[in-house]
Each structure stands twice: as structure tokens, then as C-alpha cells.
């Protein structure tokens, strides 16, 4: 059904509403002069009217805000105009036009030059005996995409369809893979032959498509869209002068980065191995060991979930397999006592057969089946070797459940000397969106919501931690995630498998999560699954993985293998140069991080930041770190130089051999099997070639004594 015909339009300019002859309501809001928010309520209420993705003034309270209550400019501030045709609000920095006809929108600077625009005909549609919405909005051909979050193929997403439904995406193909484990409903339009960039947040939680023009109609001609299975249509149009300004505006909106302990920039060790096995403890206690007999740095050790599990080997949450890891206190002391922190993974359900169910169950902790208004149960994984058994989610949305969750984290691991939370297994896959969730005494329908399960549940391990250890910084590790998440937790890029076409197209799915709002990134070293890496491989994965804001080596391999620094002695010295690099790099890497929590300000970045060429477009596979890095891993077994573009109006220094190159071009330069083409920003002229960069000044980081 088309949302066309105008019943009413209220006197007041912001905000400016509209009345449609069935009782839609289509509601402009003026946030400042360059943001406009929007919102379509097909039933002229909306359907779930609390955001927990937008703040106000910074604050974003854990029961919600309501929709009415995200800031407006004041009224002075805006003016509107009326025609018998049509509409204008407008700002000191935009201008938007609503056509009364087909109640589209065009966007339009103070300055006149149109920038974006509702397509004509459909722009604001709703399914009349379903619960879908969809925006559809004009394309054009020398528009570029950019955003979407953890997403798969190239950076700008012209012609694809993204598809937003949290999954347990193991072993994903990380060119062609979707839907993936993360639900990011935003995205950055650039306009760089007319100078034009904007941004959209739609601030909606349920399954999400957005078609960037693969979809083809001859009788409509081009477009793009979003639609979404359920709620309302909610989105804000922000209009920048460039792409970092949108993105900062999109941490202002959404919430900055958190910033984590300088431990978490070390190298974080991880392998599923480990804690499945019967002498658990033993294991954990020879990593150790290990680390120090080759001299690898360790800053953090995840145990993976075969720590907490009954005599039958099945997953639970919050106990302790007494016989794997017979006394937990003594085992994160051993850790501890060699400098090296411990992350528990935990898991956002219980199996039927978990000790604590019927507990959680009497205390209505659980998202609830609508029929029975009991647990809502559903098939999930139960023991390591892929067994399935019934379970349910807690609800987190739930004073009951938050709460008890967040005493489990303090009485089972905080007090057990566990430093941080590795939530995982989180996009809440309880397929029925008639479940309810508590909605903090305002009940609400699954499916208007699944991400925000994963958002409260990254709170509620931060606040556990917080609250337990005030003087500390928390840290706590997510795989799912929606906007928001990034206030509590870092992030990586899920179950990914090992070859060099991962490791090459994880670059941009980690360049993309950036833009997104989410700095603080990784992926799984040496990949989760699959083979083993061979030792070009694994060592190429290193050199690129240093360089990101996470750093972990992690795996679970068939027949017992597993990553580890020391698998292999030929390319061990090459692994230990880097790990110590990296421990070379975390004060700057951690001024990023600062920087980042403070302003919204991305960090690991593609070079469209920095030059608009098409050159600079096509470079999906080198990324700028900070201000003053570009770092371009190696993703070709047996290649040792690189071919690279090298953003214009800045000079570049190679940090390995210390040759100087010009921007603005493409060009090949040594890549040997020691070390992946890393440069440093010089001047934007250069008279006289200088001995160092400012990086190397202020940092000095020593690149050549890791070859």
C-alpha cells in the first residue's frame, strides 16, 4: 500500500506532520540544521515507540527512550512553506521539499544543489495485511555505498543486496556470504563528482533488506531501497561535507566507541582446543608455558566455552567442569602470574538440562512463548562436536533476567578472578517473532527486536564488570551486534575460514564495520575454520592481523589442530618480530582508540576517506590506521611485492626500506616474506626529502629491527 493521499498536515514546523487517508502519519523532525529525521507509522502509532539505538544528549537509558523524546531543533530555528502542491522545511543547511501528491521527499542544500530524493511514484510503502515497510529512493549511476557494517564483497555496495538477519554464519564466504552475524541499518551515500555525501539511519531492529540497485524493473526505472519485515519506518538523513563527518555524527547518534584497556591491544590467544579437553587446566597451564618458552608476548586468553559444561559434555553457561579445570581460582592465577589476562566465553541461553533453568524459568527470566507464557524453547548447539539440544534465550529486556545474568558474570567468573566477557553465540536464533520479550513491563513481539537482546546483553556483562571492578576498565568481547553495541564491546568477524580469499576480503568487511560506527575490530588470525593454515599463509595473517584494533589468534580445527604462534619453526622468528611490533604500536594504537571513544572518529579506514579518485575507490585491500598509517597486507601466496595506490596530495614513506613516493599513484613496491608494505604520511610538498616522518618522530616504532 502506497502512502499518498494527504487527510491533514499540522500547523507546527518541527515537528511537520502528515495524515493519510487510512490514519498514517509521516512526521518530520528537525535534529540540527543537518540532520532531518522521518518517520512513516502505517497504523498512526508506532509499533514499538522506545529506540535503544538513539541517545539523547549522550544518555541512552537501558529501558529505552521514547521516539518522542529524541532532541529537536527549536522552532525558531525552522521555517516551513506551503503550496497547494507542496511542503518545505527548512534549515540553515537543508532543504527538504514533500510533494503532497506522493508524499516524496527531495533533499535539496540552502544553497539549491538537489542531493538525494524519494523515488517518485512509491517512495513510502507498507504491506496492508503484513507487517513490512519499505522506502524506496532515486539512483543514481555515480553514487557509491558505503556502511551496512559487517558485510561481505567490495566496499561500495552499488548494486547489491545486503540482507540483515543475525546468523551463526560459520565457515561464510567472506566475498559472496549473506546474511552474516551483524544487523547495521545505516549506511553513507557519496556523491564525488558533485561533491554531495549523506548518510541514513534506519532505526529499526527487524530483518532488513537493503537492494542497492541489483533489482531491476523496467517500468520503474533506477532506484534503491530499504524494507524491513516489521515496526515502522524511522530514519534519520544527515548531510556532511565528507565521510568521516558522517561517520562521527553517526557515533553522536548511536554512542562512541568504548575504550578498553591498553592490555586489550596485545596479543589476545584463543583456540577452542584447549577446553575441551579432558585435562583442560593442564592445557591452559602449557600455553603458558609456551608462551614464555618462545618468547611470545601474550597480553589475554579466551577460554572457550569447553570450560563450562556437565559430565556429558553439554554447554552451560555459568558452571564449571571440575574436571576439565579443577580449580578455576588456581588456573587464572597461573594466567595472571605471567601478565597475561583471562576472558570466559559466555553464551546467552540454557539447555533445558542446565542446572539453573527452572530457576530462571520461576523468575520469568526467559523470552516467552506467546502461546504458553512459558520459556520459548528452540534447538541449539549443545556440546562441542556439534550436538543440538532444546534451550531457551534469557531476556534480556527483563529486570529478572538482566539481573541474573549479571550476578552469574560476578559469581562465576568475576570472583574466580576472570577479567573479562566474551559473549558469543549472541544473535538470540529464536525463529518465532511472536516471542515475547518483557520490554521492561511494555511487552513487545520478538521480531520488532531480536539485536536488542545482543545490545543488552554487551551492557549487562559491562556493567557486571564495572560494577565489580570500579577502578578498571572494562573489556568485553561480542560477535553479533547492532548500532549501539560499540558503548560496551569489541567486535570481530565471526567463524571465518581459513584461506587467502579471507584473508584478502576481510579487509574490507572490517574497512566497512569502521564506517559503520564500529572501530574497535578484528578478525580470527589464521582462520577459525577449515585446514590449518600453511606457514606462508599463517604468517601473512599475522602481519596483517597486527595492525588491527583486536589481535587474536583463534581456531577450531578437525583432528585436534589448532593456530598457534609456534606451530610453525621455519616462520616462527617472523611470527615473534611481529607479535613484538605490535606491542611496539599500542600507544598509538591506543590514542586512536581515545580518540575514537571521544569524537566517533573511525580508525581503520579505507582510502575514499582520502582522495576520491577511481583509483582510490577500487583499493578495497589497503586501509588507512589513523591519521598517519597505510598498511597494505599481503593476500597472494608466494607474492613478495605489492602493487599499491598511495592517496594524492601527501608524499609516503615506505617504513621498511625508507624510500620516499609521491601520491596519486599506483605503484609496486617490495613485499618480502618478513614483513607486509606498511607507510608513513610525509608533507604535502616536498622540497627536501626528510630523514623521518612525524610518525616516526612522535612514535618511535622501529620497523626495520622487525625484518
Known amino acids: 500500500m502506497r502512502l499518498t493521499t494527504v487527510h491533514k498536515v499540522t500547523p507546527t514546523a518541527n515537528p511537520l506532520e502528515f495524515v493519510g ?19 512513516l507509522y502505517p497504523e498512526g502509532q508506532p509499533r514499538l515507540d522506545r529506540t535503544w539505538m538513539i541517545g539523547a544528549h549522550g544518555e541512552f537509558p537501558r529501558d529505552g527512550l521514547h521516539r518522542d523524546a529524541v532532541p529537536s531543533l527549536p522552532l525558531d530555528q525552522v521555517s516551513v512553506r506551503r503550496d497547494e502542491n507542496s511542503a518545505t522545511l527548512e534549515t540553515n543547511a537543508l532543504r527538504v521539499v514533500i510533494h503532497l501528491d506522493d508524499l516524496r521527499l527531495e533533499w535539496f542544500r540552502t544553497t539549491g544543489e538537489r542531493f538525494a ?3 517518485k511514484g512509491r517512495a513510502y510503502t507498507y504491506d496492508r495485511t503484513g507487517r513490512a515497510i519499505y522506502h524506496y529512493m532515486e539512483r543514481r549511476s555515480d553514487e557509491h555505498y558505503y ?17 540483515l538477519k543475525p546468523l551463526d554464519a560459520a565457515d561464510y564466504n567472506a566475498e559472496t556470504g549473506d546474511p552474516l552475524y551483524k544487523h547495521y541499518p545505516l549506511y553513507i551515500t557519496d556523491q564525488p563528482e558533485r561533491g554531495h555525501v549523506y548518510g541514513l539511519i534506519y532505526d529499526n531492529l527487524a530483518i532488513t533488506t537493503f537492494d542497492m540497485g541489483k533489482e531491476l524493473d523496467a517500468f520503474w526505472g533506477s532506484y534503491h531501497y530499504y524494507s524491513a519485515q516489521d515496526g515502522d519506518l524511522d530514519y534519520y538523513l ?89 580449580d578455576p581460582a588456581a588456573m587464572t592465577t597461573y594466567f595472571h602470574d605471567a601478565g597475561i589476562k583471562v576472558a570466559a566465553n559466555i553464551k546467552p541461553h540454557l539447555l533445558t538440562t542446565h542446572p539453573d533453568f527452572e530457576e530462571v524459568k520461576r523468575i520469568g527470566g526467559f523470552i516467552k512463548d506467546p502461546d504458553t507464557g512459558g520459556p520459548a524453547l528452540t534447538m541449539m548447539w549443545s556440546a562441542g562436536d556439534g550436538e543440538s539440544a532444546y534451550g531457551a534465550y534469557i531476556d534480556f529486556t527483563s529486570e529478572a533476567g538482566y539481573n541474573w545474568w549479571k550476578a552469574k558474570v560476578t559469581e562465576q567468573l568475576l570472583a574466580y578472578g576472570v577479567d573479562a566477557m566474551w559473549n558469543d553465540n549472541n544473535e538470540f536464533g529464536l525463529w518465532d517473532d511472536d516471542a515475547i520479550c518483557d520490554g521492561f513491563g511494555q511487552p513487545f513481539r520478538l521480531g520488532l527486536g ?42 570481530w568477524s565471526g567463524d571465518n575460514y581459513t584461506s587467502w580469499h579471507t584473508l584478502k576480503w576481510n579487509i574490507p568487511m ?40 583486536r589481535f587474536a589468534i583463534h581456531s577450531w580445527k578437525a583432528g585436534g589442530n589448532v593456530n598457534e604462534p609456534w606451530m610453525y619453526p621455519e616462520v616462527l622468528p617472523g611470527i615473534r618480530k611481529a607479535i613484538k611490533l605490535r606491542y611496539q604500536l599500542i600507544p598509538y594504537l ?56 598511495l592517496p594524492c596530495d601527501h608524499y609516503w614513506r615506505d617504513l621498511y626500506t625508507g624510500e620516499w613516493h609521491s601520491g596519486g599513484q599506483t605503484i609496486d613496491v617490495p613485499a618480502p616474506l618478513a614483513y ?24 618511535n616504532i622501529d620497523f626495520k629491527g622487525a625484518v
Open 21 to 39: 487517508e487510512r490514519g498514517e502519519r509521516l512526521i518530520l523532525n528537525v535534529i540540527d540544521h543537518h540532520i532531518i529525521r522521518v518517520r
Open 117 to 119: 530524493a524519494d523515488h
Open 147 to 163: 556502511g551496512f557494517g559487517e558485510t561481505a564483497g567490495p566496499l561500495d555496495k552499488y548494486g547489491q543486496r545486503i540482507t
Open 238 to 326: 544527515i548531510h556532511g561535507r565528507n565521510i568521516p563527518e558522517i561517520t562521527r555524527t553517526f557515533a553522536r547518534l548511536t554512542g562512541y566507541p568504548a575504550p578498553f584497556p591498553d592490555w586489550s591491544l596485545g596479543y589476545l590467544g584463543s583456540t577452542m582446543k584447549y577446553t575441551e579437553a579432558p585435562d583442560a587446566q593442564e592445557q591452559l597451564k602449557e600455553f603458558v608455558d609456551k608462551c614464555q618458552e618462545f618468547d611470545i608476548p601474550c597480553s589475554m586468553f579466551h577460554l572457550s566455552s569447553g570450560y563450562s559444561t556437565d559430565p556429558e559434555g553439554r554447554r552451560n553457561v555459568f558452571t564449571w567442569n571440575r574436571s576439565r579445570v579443577p
Open 450 to 491: 531480536r539485536p536488542l537482546q545482543t545490545l543488552l546483553m554487551a551492557r549487562a556483562s559491562y556493567e557486571a564488570i564495572q560494577e565489580y571492578k570500579p577502578d578498571e576498565t572494562p573489556f568485553v568481547l561480542t560477535r553479533s551486534a547492532c548500532p549501539g553495541v560499540q558503548r560496551y564491546a569489541q567486535t
Open 510 to 549: 572490517g574497512t566497512g564495520m569502521s564506517l559503520s560506527g564500529f572501530p574497535n575490530i578484528g578478525h580470527d588470525v589464521g582462520g577459525f575454520h577449515g585446514p590449518l593454515p600453511d606457514p606462508e599463509l599463517f604468517l601473512r595473517w599475522v602481519q596483517a592481523g597486527i595492525f588491527m584494533p
Open 590 to 645: 591506543n590514542s586512536l582508540m581515545q580518540a575514537s571513544a571521544a569524537s566517533g572518529q573511525p580508525y581503520v579506514t579505507p582510502l575514499v576517506l582520502e582522495d576520491s579518485s577511481t583509483d582510490a575507490l577500487n583499493a578495497n585491500f589497503e586501509y588507512l590506521l589513523g591519521d598517519e598509517l597505510l598498511i597494505a597486507p599481503v593476500y597472494e601466496p608466494e607474492a613478495r611485492t605489492r602493487r599499491i595506490y
Open 676 to 699: 607486509i608494505p606498511v607507510f608513513a604520511r610525509g608533507p604535502e610538498i616536498i622540497y627536501e626529502r626528510p630523514s623521518l616522518t612525524d610518525f616516526e618522530r612522535r612514535w
